[in-house]
């Protein structure tokens, strides 16, 4: 059949071609003839007559070319005219059609509507968090570059450690896979003003950052050699702070403005365009020269990789450089460079993958469901399809007519998509959770654009090839016999249709099977014993400024000061520091080693170790119980007590063996050796994995970022006096950071929590459109069987036999899917493994919730078709057929 339709094609254009030729020919032979006969009429002889009448014609091969292009020309444009003219009439009857169906028409765009819509909004997240993750030229080539431990990250988080200046600089002078490499660091800073100060985001770059990023100061100039050369205190504001703070008055340039300590003169603003690759980062308000020369501050690198090379040779090269540039112990790199893009830096990248598989599997419920409908509307036009067929239309036009009234369905359906889509990525910004900073660049972008026109032109296609196959089946002789199908083709066409079912039913199961796995993580998140008591728990973070605060002996007198002060504080009841504050990780680097064991020092395997610094009463202030040991009895800085966690316990030593043995880590050669004091009960008050081995150690020298640790009695306003108390000890430090520790705790959980909102939604969306589709399938089944419901009632069936025919086959096909659905997901749980917690992937209770729901859906959607078979008349339904 195809290759009959494609000679048919050779042979009218040849067909055209030689038409074309014969015309031009027989135009020309007019042409020579009439002035033959004028030139004889003119007294010459018929040969020289000829002969003139050919010279005055001029080359005939010329002439015979430029009339063939002038009718080549002509019947391109009537076939363009002809083309456009069938055009409008189709558009114009698929209008009229749709329109005298309205109900059939707005059920399948809104069906369409629905799974574009879901598919739009999260592919606008995927567009603009990991297609374009950031806005620099060449963002394919875009890289970060950072640094592990030899061992790697087995921390469970995304965690790397910012390579030193020295490090940075030897890259910057050797690479040659990278055509630049910029580093930056960032900080929040406390800008002062009249008012109380303000905290505001501040970034350490490079002059030449601007034109890595593609981006120019709108008002004044960058920082000059000399500028960067001097450390001048030079800034460069954000427009953000331009038009909010000043106003976006053009006389900021040159004013002064104090951050932290010192004062800088503004020397241009840079436009809200330019930011870090990193899009978990709040926008930076204040950009100032970045001292590379400085060793005591680790920083963050991005580079742009030379064509043609590859990040697995790019961190090769970096390695060899790091390994010379005098960092490393004998010339060797304790640490392995990573070189990835900024996508694989999106916090919630493997959530944002597992959605887009949902979402896909949404659109193609919706899809199987808009086939459905085809099929129903094709099954009620094979009369009319017919006529047009007898009156001479032939298989090309009325597939084309089939094909114009899926195109505008589906563009329909797009368009309202991309309604739904904007709505719900507008949704999503809205109602994040406050960690999810990336998710507020997400917009809809021109990618998206172009992928939900590719699906509308796809599925209308496959759409009108469904109508075109279904009116193709049967000869125009057999659709004018009667009014109703054929029962061979009302049969095929039925089992098409409960195919169709079943891929619904399947697709939704597994969508279910993984929302019931991680309803269930969240669950036993919410449940999971942290190891403390987080009620009247409050976590205190002062900013010391680092100038004001520069030694050990400064920050421990503010800090014992701020402790005894917040004990006088009404509904206080004990006060503790340790290093971290609830919700956060603090890590050792380098190669636990313990006294008795191998030790792999020579192989440097360093990895991230958990450990907290914290005051000796901090265990009993938090609740953490110590089931062997006591507490620190040295907390100067030559002690040399650890306490380690119960898992870590369990992990090298028998029950009740872990006291008295020592440990280190050792970083470059060096370590010093601990003994171990206590063995404390697991717990997580980062929010991580209580059973995570990690040890604890005295506070010695409290940092900038130590968190001052309260408990309180229930009642009142604890945030209020806590900062009033502060400010008065120091009127230039910004306010601290005060929150409740379950409100950290509930925020580590938010990311997950939202995760599970969103695949919840996608879940009951898809089994609502698979319960339609079952019902749609149900209801014709019904309509088609009226004549034998009938003959079955007349004959003395029950109701309760003709409920069972009904309900019987919709959950046999509900049930066939559940089965296909289940295997499909006994694969698929696979791919979300990381996201449980405390759930197995293959978990036998969230497999049977699957199914059930996947039944009890089905159930409900024969309820209508049900009552429409115990409806019918038999004497009504055997005389209408």
């Known amino acids: 059949m195809i290759r009959g339709g494609v000679r048919r094609a050779f042979r009218l254009a040849l067909r055209r071609r030689d038409r074309w030729e014969r015309e031009v020919e027989d135009e020309i032979k007019l042409h020579l003839a009439l002035r033959v006969e004028q030139l004889i009429a003119q007294g010459q002889n018929a040969d020289d007559a000829y002969a003139e009448a050919i010279r005055r014609f001029g080359p005939l091969s010329q002439s015979r070319a430029r009339l063939l292009a002038a009718a080549r020309h002509r019947e391109h444009q009537m076939q363009r005219t002809e083309f456009l003219s069938d055009l409008r009439q189709d558009v114009a009857f698929a209008f009229r059609t749709l329109r005298r169906q309205k109900g059939w028409t707005a059920v399948t765009v809104l069906t369409l509507a629905l799974g574009i819509g879901a598919t739009t909004a999260v592919f606008s997240v995927v567009s603009s968090l990991l297609l374009h993750a950031v806005p620099y030229p060449s963002p394919d080539r875009v890289m970060l570059v950072e640094q592990q431990p030899g061992m790697g990250n087995n921390t ?10 020295a490090v940075v600089r030897a890259w910057r002078a050797g690479s040659h896979t990278f055509d630049t490499l910029e580093p930056y660091r960032r900080s929040t800073v406390s800008l002062r003003t009249d008012a109380d100060p303000a905290e505001i985001s501040a970034s350490w770059i490079l002059p030449s950052f601007a034109a890595f990023a593609g981006e120019r ?3 004044g100039r960058l920082f000059s050699a000399a500028e960067m050369e001097n450390h001048a205190r030079v800034a460069l504001v954000s427009e953000g702070l331009w038009r909010t703070r000043y106003g976006a008055d053009d006389a900021t340039l040159g004013r002064t403005m104090t951050l932290n300590d010192s004062t800088y003169t503004i020397i241009g603003v840079m436009p809200a365009a330019l930011r870090l690759p990193s899009a978990g980062w709040d926008p930076s308000d204040v950009w100032l020269p970045l001292d590379i020369q400085n060793n005591r501050v680790g920083l963050h690198v991005v580079g742009r990789l030379r064509a043609g090379a590859t990040t697995v040779a790019a961190a090769r090269e970096l390695d060899t450089l790091s390994a010379h540039s ?10 392995q460079t990573n070189v990835i893009s900024p996508a694989e830096r999106i916090g919630f990248r493997d959530s944002l993958l597992m959605l887009t598989a949902a979402v ?23 009369r009319e399809l017919a006529i047009r067929a007898a009156l001479g239309a032939g298989r090309v036009r009325i597939f084309r007519q089939l094909a114009t009234e899926s195109l505008l369905l589906t563009f329909a359906g797009a368009a309202a998509g991309v309604l739904f889509g904007w709505l719900g990525l507008r949704a999503m910004v809205a109602l994040r959770p406050s960690q999810l900073v990336e998710l507020s660049v997400a917009h809809l972008d021109r990618t998206t654009l172009v992928v939900t026109v590719l699906l509308a032109v796809a599925s209308g296609l496959a759409f009108s090839v469904i109508g075109g196959m279904q009116s193709s089946r049967h000869s125009t002789n057999e659709a004018l016999k009667a009014g109703s199908l054929a ?39 919410q449940r999971s014993d942290r190891g403390f008591n987080p009620k009247g728990l409050y976590a205190i973070t002062p900013q010391l400024p680092v100038k004001r605060f520069p030694t050990t002996a400064a920050r421990t007198e503010f800090f014992q000061a701020l402790s005894t002060r917040l004990r006088a504080v009404g509904r206080v009841r004990d006060v503790a520091l340790s290093a971290v504050a609830p919700g956060s990780r603090s890590f050792s680097v380098g190669t636990l080693e313990i006294e008795g064991e191998p030790s792999a020092v020579g192989a440097n395997p360093t990895a991230f170790i958990d450990v907290n610094s914290v005051e000796p009463r901090w265990f009993a202030m938090m609740g953490v119980r110590l089931v062997e040991g006591s507490t620190f009895t040295d907390t100067s800085k030559t002690n040399s007590q650890v306490i380690v966690n119960a898992a870590f316990a369990r992990k090298h ?9 020592r440990l280190r880590v050792v970083y470059q050669g060096n370590g010093d050796w601990n003994t171990i004091v206590g063995v404390a009960a697991d717990a997580s008050p980062a929010g991580q994995n209580s059973s995570a081995p990690m040890f604890y150690q005295p506070l010695v020298d409290p940092g900038p970022g130590t968190a001052v640790m309260v408990r309180a009695d229930a009642g009142g306003d604890l945030v209020t006096p806590v900062r009033a108390l502060i400010h008065s000890m120091d009127p230039q430090m910004a306010s601290p950071s005060i929150e409740s520790t379950e409100t950290l705790l509930s925020r580590a959980l938010a990311g997950p929590r939202f995760t599970m909102l969103l695949l919840g939604a996608f879940t009951l969306l898809a089994l609502v459109l698979a319960g339609v589709g079952l019902y749609g399938v149900m209801a014709y089944s019904v309509a088609q069987r009226t004549r034998e419901i009938g003959i079955r009632m007349a004959l003395g069936a029950s109701q309760g036999s003709i409920a069972r025919i009904v309900i019987v086959r919709g959950v046999v096909l509900a049930a066939i899917g559940a089965i296909v659905g289940l295997a499909g ?33 089905a159930m409900i959607a024969c309820v209508v078709p049900t009552r429409r078979a115990l409806a019918v008349d038999p004497i009504t339904a055997i005389r209408a057929d």
């Open 156 to 165: 469970g988080i995304r965690v790397s450690m910012n390579p030193p200046p």
């Open 217 to 219: 100061p709108i008002r």
């Open 326 to 335: 005098g960092v490393a112990a004998d010339g060797q790199s304790i640490f």
């Open 360 to 382: 896909a599997l949404v659109l193609l419920v919706a899809c199987a469901n808009v086939a459905h409908l085809m099929l129903a509307r094709a099954a009620t036009r094979h």
């Open 487 to 525: 029962t061979s083709h009302a049969r095929g066409q039925d089992r098409l249709r409960s195919l169709l079912v079943i891929s619904e039913m399947a697709l939704s199961a597994m969508l279910i099977v993984g929302a019931t796995l991680l309803i269930r993580s969240i669950i036993n998140m």
């Open 653 to 661: 030593w028998s029950p009740g063996q872990a006291l008295g043995h």
């Open 825 to 857: 997901a006994y694969w698929t749980t696979r791919l979300i493994v990381t996201m449980l917690y405390r759930v197995a992937p293959l978990d036998a209770a969230s497999f049977a919730a699957g199914a059930a729901t996947l039944l009890g859906a």
